[in-house]
């Protein structure tokens, strides 16, 4: 595809329901980044893979966040037992090289709810 | 956390004027980006400016580095009604640090 892709756009989760988060990144892109915005903030740093290893999982908030991406391509955040709190837009990355050393290309993002 | 801290806040001027942003950062870095979003749209990047720069123009933007005072500053020259925008600043925290960090943004209102 041309762009970053995430699916899907808007998910509405009960109180304590499973949720996975799925991002396409632009093909041979090597780094891929989760992000984590709330309304009028930043973006906050969730987790960064340098193609299917996790290096840095520093910014995950509890062991109810966990990533993947087992080929190096396609990544999944995946939250479990979800909680009002995780009310947020999750945006996903892509770039070319290594970490943030050149232009990242994000996702829509997908804007979960929690209820 | 967030490393980078975008001043003013949120920025309102009418067309054709500049719009100037600053950043300050925390950590030494390698180099330092500028992206834009949109209303509810995903981030796109601007600008990226290494360490051993102290200036970048691209288009109607400028953007200046000072890493002696962890600093930056965006100027958007003839600001059109379209650049109504958060901007944000991101810094990769140097050396083999991974994370490319972002500030809180600055939110900026072109009138027409």
């Known amino acids: 595809g041309a762009g970053v892709s995430q699916s899907p756009r808007y998910k509405v989760a009960k109180r304590g329901q499973d949720v996975a988060l799925r991002c396409d990144p632009i093909s041979g892109h090597v780094s891929l980044f989760w992000y984590q915005q709330a309304l009028g903030q930043g973006p906050e740093f969730l987790t960064y893979?340098?193609?299917?290893?996790?290096?840095?999982k520093s910014g995950l908030p509890s062991d109810r966040f966990f990533a993947e991406r087992p080929e190096g391509s396609v990544s999944t955040l995946k939250i479990q037992r979800t909680q009002q709190e995780d009310s947020a837009v999750y945006l996903c990355?892509?770039?070319?090289?290594?970490?943030?050393?050149?232009?990242?290309?994000f996702g829509q993002g997908t804007r979960l709810t929690v209820v | 956390s967030q490393q980078g801290e975008e001043d003013p806040q949120a920025l309102s001027i009418q067309e054709g004027e500049n719009a100037t942003m600053n950043c300050s950062y925390k950590t030494s870095i390698n180099n330092l980006q500028w992206y834009r979003q949109n209303s509810g749209r995903g981030l796109v990047h601007l600008i990226l400016i290494r360490s051993n720069e102290r200036e970048k123009h691209s288009g109607r933007l400028r953007v200046t580095l000072d890493t002696s005072k962890k600093s930056s500053s965006l100027l958007i020259t003839a600001s059109r009604a379209a650049d109504t925008a958060s901007y944000f600043c991101?810094?990769?925290?140097?050396?083999?640090?991974?994370?490319?960090?972002f500030g809180k943004g600055t939110l900026l209102t072109v009138n027409p």
């Open positions: 990355a892509s770039s070319l090289g290594f970490g943030g050393n050149t232009e990242a290309f």
């Open positions: 991101a810094t990769d925290g140097g050396g083999s640090n991974y994370k490319l960090t």
């Open positions: 893979f340098q193609n299917e290893a996790q290096l840095d």
